[in-house]
């Protein structure tokens, strides 16, 4: 398995920034994690959850800095200890100096700034930088080199030329006890130590100045013999690192002219492409218009508007036939009927606009609910019979526009009349209610051919194949519970309220009651039914015997509501939707 590329970290960025954001509030770290994410992900084979695996990343490199801050903070705190107060006049030389130093960090080239501040800021060590950096460890000690010798450069132009000068002005930010490292202890009585957050005027400040006091710190005494040697000698560093950055500006150099040629050659293709678009542009045919809705009741223009009504149409006209054949292929034992491709090609537009009209706020329950609205289904009638060549005449067109403004109507009122107590399985038998009876009403104006096309007989009224009335509704929440007698059904479905509401042991002999009374209560009719078939995933039910166990269990969610419940076991009931369909063996 290979590293991911650049173009796929790149792909991941913005959610890598994000959630760096959230791991640490301070935007110059976030973006470091993100830095550093991706330079760990470029060693590591990529897995398929890409998204998963690099949050996994950044959240260990996120906790490294955290852990490495608090060490940090515990060795300062360690070390620290309480010193005077100090005067108005050391404070601001200390701002002044610390001021200065930051900006002369700041003023160098970001190859040597970043190294200044992951050295001394970050506390790590050059053979971390290397490895995080993909360079070696020789390369970050020369940048460290030549960063310092810029910073010397700045400083002693700053102070004109006298190196003593700012060396004494930097002592004021290092602690006591580094000052005695360097052999200062005994040259001043006041330092102070810089306690700053996660910024560059903190460790950076006290970590740069410790080095370059002690690399400047050399007591008056000193013979100049040696004094001499040790300006030789930076001299000679300074030519190397002069040397050396000759060589890096030639091969910048020839760098930059390959990529200029490179450049030249990807605008020489985008300008091919360009006129190829143009090109293809002034001959492609003018587009195909989107066809319009032909009911479209107040509130629903833009969802309305938005949906594809030919692709809705053209699936919607091929889907019937093709399911009646699926099924007849499963009562004659085929195991993989040819046309189950076909039915998944059509079925995905469908899938489509149905999360659109549901993502729209299109009313109903789930989203073969949304799909089913009474003004959706106007519309899916008008496109399916035209694509199938059985177009509604104009008094038929008139008759199904009057029946969708009267079904709308009624859809509204039933809903405006829901409190926040009202509970699922009510609307959902109240919407069941309203599309089975608009389907009937619809099967009313239409001729028999139109009536097959739309609805064959032998998917009529099937749950999750008939793909008009309550069926698609009910598909979403009918749990077929197969049973051999009336007791089995009980402890089922006991079971499962139990489950649903998480119900106790205290709760046990209440709801066992309950559920007893009323399985007493239902038709035998009812709890001797049987399957009709096998069907698609699961024996074939109608529409009928799923809507009478509704009815039947909503009878059971007031009596279950009478019972000493938890608010959120009240809530939980009032969410429930399943349906446990009797299926007798």
Not at 110 to 119: A, F, K, Q
Not at 507 to 516: G, I, K, M, N, S
Request: glycine share 6%.
């Amino acid at each position: 398995m290979n590293p991911p590329t650049i173009e796929a970290l790149r792909a991941h960025a913005p959610f890598l920034q994000r959630l760096a954001r959230t791991l640490i509030r301070d935007e110059h770290q976030a973006e470091d994690i993100v830095q550093e994410t991706m330079a760990a992900a470029l060693s590591k084979p990529a897995p398929r959850r890409m998204r998963a695996w690099l949050a996994g990343i950044a959240r260990r490199v996120a906790y490294k800095k955290v852990r490495t801050a608090q060490r940090r903070r515990a060795r300062e705190a360690a070390v620290a200890r309480p010193e005077r107060t100090p005067s108005t006049a050391s404070v601001a030389q200390r701002l002044e100096t610390q001021s200065r130093l930051v900006e002369a960090v700041r003023t160098l080239p970001e190859i040597y700034r970043s190294v200044i501040v992951w050295r001394y800021f970050d506390d790590e060590t050059p053979t971390a930088i290397a490895t995080r950096n993909g360079v070696s460890v020789k390369t970050i000690e020369t940048r460290l080199r030549r960063a310092r010798t810029m910073l010397r450069a700045q400083l002693d132009n700053d102070h004109g030329g006298d190196g003593r000068s700012w060396s004494l002005a930097l002592l004021c930010l290092i602690p006591e006890s580094r000052k005695s490292a360097l052999g200062w202890a005994a040259a001043t009585t006041s330092g102070v130590v810089m306690t700053t957050n996660a910024t560059l005027a903190g460790g950076v400040l006290v970590a740069v100045a410790a080095f370059f006091v002690g690399w400047k710190a050399v007591p008056a005494s000193t013979n100049n013999a040696r004094k001499d040697t040790r300006v030789d000698a930076s001299l000679e560093s300074v030519r190397r690192d002069r040397d050396a950055l000759k060589v890096e500006l030639s091969r910048a150099q020839k760098k930059h002219a390959a990529l200029l040629v490179e450049l030249e050659g990807l605008r020489s293709k985008e300008k091919d492409r360009e006129e190829a678009r143009t090109t293809a542009t002034e001959r492609a045919p003018e587009p195909e218009k989107r066809a319009k809705p032909e009911f479209v009741p107040e509130g629903m223009e833009e969802v309305l508007a938005a949906m594809d009504w030919k692709k809705i149409g053209e699936s919607m006209s091929h889907m019937p036939p093709l399911i009646a054949g699926l099924i007849k292929a499963i009562e004659n034992g085929d195991p993989m009927p040819a046309n189950v491709g076909d039915i998944q090609r059509w079925n995905g537009p469908l899938i489509t606009e149905a999360l659109r009209a549901q993502n729209a706020g299109v009313t109903g329950t789930g989203v073969n609910g949304a799909f089913t609205n009474p003004a959706i289904t106007v519309n899916v009638v008008f496109a399916a019979l035209k694509s199938a060549d059985h177009a509604l005449n104009e008094e038929q067109a008139r008759a199904l526009r009057e029946l969708g403004a009267s079904t709308v109507e009624r859809d509204r009122t039933r809903l405006a009349g829901y409190t926040e107590e009202t509970s699922a399985m009510q609307k959902l038998v109240e919407e069941t209610t309203l599309k089975e009876r608009m389907a009937d009403q619809l099967d009313e104006l239409l001729t028999p051919e139109q009536r097959n096309a739309l609805r064959p007989e032998s998917i009529r009224g099937q749950v999750a194949v008939d793909l008009y009335g309550s069926s698609l509704v009910l598909a979403q929440v009918a749990r077929p519970t197969p049973h051999t007698d009336v007791d089995g059904y009980r402890s089922a479905v006991e079971r499962r309220y139990a489950n649903a509401l998480g119900l106790g042991k205290d709760l046990q002999p209440v709801l066992t009651e309950a559920v007893r009374r009323w399985t007493e209560s239902l038709p035998l009719e009812f709890l001797e039914t049987k399957a009709d078939g096998q069907g698609l995933g699961g024996p074939r039910m109608s529409t009928a015997h799923v809507r009478a166990t509704a009815a039947h269990q909503l009878r059971l969610h007031e009596e279950l509501s009478k019972l000493p419940l938890s608010e959120a076991q009240r809530k939980a009931l009032r969410e429930h939707t399943g349906l446990y369909v009797p299926i007798r063996h």
